[in-house]
Nanobody
């Protein structure tokens, strides 16, 4: 079973940057999707970004497009989320997710088989 571990969250001032990491272990398939979701209290977990393992193509929510960049290391075992121009509304717990259903709709959290424990990102004025 795939295990995911996020790191890199923290406190950052409005307009600042943070880089999140997600280490994946136990993957036995070559085709996959990795994604970042985020959640605030009382709200549903929402899609942020995804990366398709087959070709490295990335996808973003409209709210983060142009500010966030998802990437991976050369081995494909660690995914990153570079977050620039952070806003207070980006404050959330960020979760990494992975699935072998790489052709499914990456925006739907139900397709993901594995989830990390989450890392808190807090943006203050």
């Amino acid at each position: 079973q795939v295990q995911l571990s996020e790191s890199g969250g923290g406190l950052v001032q409005d307009g600042g940057s943070l880089r999140l990491s997600c280490a994946s272990s136990g993957r036995i398939f070559s085709n996959y999707l990795m994604a970042w979701f985020r959640q605030t209290p009382g709200k549903e977990r929402e899609f942020v970004a995804a990366l398709r393992g087959t070709d490295g193509e990335t996808f973003y929510a409209d709210s983060v497009k142009g500010r966030f960049t998802m990437s991976r290391d050369s081995a494909g075992n660690t995914a990153f989320l570079q977050m620039n121009s952070l806003k207070s509304e980006d404050t959330a717990v960020y979760y990494c997710a992975e699935t072998r259903n790489y052709l499914s709709d990456y925006r739907h959290r139900a397709i993901y088989d594995s989830w990390g424990q989450g890392t808190q990102v807090t943006v203050f004025a």
